[in-house]
């Protein structure tokens, strides 16, 4: 079992930049690819971003390609999501996710946070 909390969403202007983080306990970190995805309301959620269990290999939706990076931190147990250049179409709540392997669909993910609300305004 793995208990996944995710912190640092909040308003931000469009342009500006915003860090969120998501921070695990359970079962060994370093054994998870993490991903993150958001959803805004009403609309499907949809993927953002992944890294392998080492931080080694990264996957990234085009929407965010360029403005967005993913990183961890395994002796903190903790993944991290930097948005650059946000959008207004970038406003939706972030969930983090954990799995066996860095995949762009949710279905390869076996646990997920409750999700962190990331609101742009123009």
């Known amino acids: 079992q793995v208990q996944l909390v995710e912190s640092g969403g909040g308003l931000v202007q469009a342009g500006g930049s915003l860090r969120i983080s998501c921070a695990a306990s359970?079962?060994?970190?370093?054994?998870?690819?993490m991903g993150w995805f958001r959803q805004a309301p009403g609309k499907e959620r949809d993927f953002v971003a992944a890294?392998?269990?080492?931080?080694?290999?990264?996957n990234y939706a085009d929407s965010v390609k360029g403005r967005f990076t993913i990183s961890r931190d395994n002796a903190k147990n903790t993944v991290y999501l930097q948005m650059n250049s946000l959008k207004t179409e970038d406003t939706a709540v972030y969930y983090c996710?954990?799995?066996?392997?860095?995949?762009?669909?949710?279905?390869?993910?076996?646990?997920w946070g409750q999700g962190t609300q990331v609101t742009v305004s123009s």
């Open positions: 996710a954990a799995g066996l392997v860095a995949a762009p669909v949710g279905a390869q993910y076996n646990y």
């Open positions: 890294i392998s269990n080492a931080g080694g290999r990264r």
């Open positions: 359970g079962r060994t970190f370093i054994n998870y690819a």
